[in-house]
């Protein structure tokens, strides 16, 4: 079963979208801020992150580029989901490491739709 | 024996008498206790009070999270997690809506934390949910509620109303919003502007035309949410929302902000003469408009006022040239970045040169191995997304 962390300020969203990939049989971890998340990844492996990048303690650019510096999660593919539509900070989250955005508000098909394909990608698994 | 001349000791003193003694102070001391009495009292009833609110408040703050919670249980339940057919994304119109009503939504309570979490999810689903939450609206009649309120005298629930009903996408008849339109409060009137634009079915933007009252930042960028993804938003009306037909800086930011997004060229005799409002804003947003949707005539033209534009100005040419993708002007910014004296130009003009990738980076990385130290440091922080975002 793969593991997904989602990583958003809100607990409303977290928990319609978990609920949602739980229903399609991933296992989800939430995590609400930046510093939360950092110290779940530093406890477990994950196969995606899904990550806002507007949030307390440590932003999503900030989480992104701790992600990409560890060996253990270099692989993990992370989606970006935000109200964000910016041009040069979405060229910033890609430069970053980001491997897929999607913006607030969400169509949940499309959500499942790039979760599925960036969890099934061979390249994302790990050496 | 007792001796005679002795005098005769009471069994028992006198008793304490608070009459007595009360009696035989003086007037001021007197005065002076009663407004110490008065003031413990009331200090004493002010805490009791205070307490018994609090406590009120905290029991109705847990009810209400209580609700929310229950609200969005529902709410995921019969919308996000419903079962709708494989392969397709339809929208459901025969909900169980039985949980809502034993919420019990006469309640107005009730009815409010409702209404926020459907927005809430608006806010973050769009598509199947989205249409979905506004079909569970209209089918818990709660549009009624909202269209009653808006008879209301008090301002704040008819623009609470207002908000409401255009968050849930409901549409107003058009009458009743020209009548807001003309009411004595900003909010209901910003509401019942961004309805008209929404539901308008042709020239979304005429509303603006007369408007004789500043556009806010938030009204802005609500409408330009609102008809970015218009097949109708025409140059003609651009036109008319720029100089020299329009001088408001509200409207003219709106106008440039839809010309770049339509890609409307048409607006560029427009975009020129506000190269020079006084609103530093609106003309740093103009000359990346013309850098942006210029032909070589108007990208010349900006070079040459380089010379004598402001410092805002100035960084805001250097910005255009770095969007405007040819290398006509790479010299240019080049010297700026190695020969000004301002630390901000050579910042823009680092990150200007970088956007010309690849068309520039044969000279990027010449600069990043002959340059000072301060200019190398410079192009790196540049190169850097991470240290960009800090």
Same mark, same amino acid.
């Given at each position: ?18 609920? =949602? ?6 296992? =989800? ?99 | *024996? ?28 007197? $005065?002076?206790?009663? $407004?110490?009495? +008065?003031?413990?009292? #009331? ?20 009810? *209400? @999270? ?12 019969? $919308? ?57 609206? %209209? #089918? ?49 009137? @910003?509401?019942?502007?961004? *309805? ?8 979304? %933007? ?5 408007? &004789? ?35 408001? +800086?509200?409207?003219? *930011? ?21 190269? &020079?409002?006084? &609103? ?55 010297? @700026?970045?190695?020969?000004? &004296? ?44 991470? $240290?960009?975002?800090?």
């Amino acid at each position: 079963m793969k593991h997904i962390l989602i990583v958003d300020s809100d607990p409303l969203f977290t928990q319609a979208v978990s609920s =949602v990939l739980a229903q399609e049989d991933f296992n =989800v971890t939430t995590a609400l801020n930046g510093k939360d998340a950092a110290n779940k990844l530093r406890l477990s492996r994950y196969d995606l992150l899904i990550t806002d990048v507007l949030m307390s303690y440590n932003t999503g650019l900030e989480l992104l580029s701790e992600v990409r510096r560890k060996d253990r999660h270099r692989h993990t593919p992370v989606l970006v989901v935000t109200g964000i539509s910016h041009e040069h900070k979405i060229a910033d989250w890609f430069k970053a490491g980001a491997d897929a955005y999607l913006k607030k508000p969400l169509d949940m098909p499309t959500l499942l739709l790039s979760v599925k394909q960036l969890v099934a990608d061979e390249k994302y698994v790990a050496a | *024996m007792r001796s005679m001349w002795l005098p005769e000791l009471s069994a028992t003193p006198p008793a304490f008498s608070w009459h007595f003694a009360w009696k035989s102070l003086p007037v001021f001391i007197k $005065i002076c206790l009663l $407004i110490a009495l +008065a003031a413990m009292l #009331g200090a004493a009833l002010a805490m009791i009070s205070i307490t018994v609110r609090r406590n009120a408040l905290q029991k109705q703050e847990a009810l *209400m @999270e209580q609700l929310a919670r229950q609200v969005n249980e529902l709410l995921l339940n019969t $919308i996000v997690l419903s079962p709708t057919p494989k392969g397709r994304s339809m929208v459901r119109a025969d909900f169980d809506t039985s949980g809502f009503y034993k919420l019990g939504l006469s309640v107005k309570k009730v009815n409010q934390v409702l209404v926020e979490e459907m927005i809430h999810y608006r806010n973050y689903f769009s598509g199947t949910i989205a249409e979905q939450i506004r079909k569970l609206y %209209l #089918g818990l009649s709660l549009h009624k509620a909202a269209l009653l309120r808006l008879q209301k005298k008090s301002w704040e629930s008819r623009s609470n109303a207002l908000a409401e009903l255009f968050k849930m996408d409901i549409e107003v008849p058009r009458e009743r919003l020209q009548e807001l339109l003309r009411s004595d409060n900003r909010y209901i009137r @910003e509401y019942a502007r961004l *309805m008209l634009i929404k539901f308008s079915k042709a020239d979304p %933007l005429a509303v603006l035309f007369e408007l &004789d009252e500043p556009l806010s930042q938030w009204e802005q960028l609500e409408i330009f949410l609102l008809v970015k993804d218009r097949a109708d938003i025409t140059a003609a009306a651009l036109q008319k929302l720029l100089p020299p037909a329009n001088s408001q +800086a509200g409207l003219n *930011m709106l106008a440039v902000k839809l010309a770049i997004h339509f890609h409307l060229r048409q607006a560029l005799p427009g975009l020129l003469l506000l190269a &020079d409002a006084t &609103d530093p804003r609106l003309r740093t947003e103009a000359i990346l408009a013309i850098g942006l949707l210029g032909n070589t005539q108007s990208q010349q033209y900006l070079r040459d006022a380089y010379s004598w534009q402001t410092h805002e100005g100035r960084l805001a040419i250097i910005r255009a040239l770095g969007q405007i993708q040819n290398s006509r002007h790479m010299r240019f910014l080049e010297n @700026e970045f190695l020969y000004s &004296d301002d630390f901000e130009t050579k910042k823009y003009a680092a990150e200007a040169l970088i956007r010309l990738y690849p068309l520039s980076k044969a000279t990027v990385d010449r600069l990043a191995g002959n340059t000072e130290p301060e200019n190398q440091v410079i192009l790196q922080h540049s190169l850097d997304p991470l $240290i960009n975002a800090s």
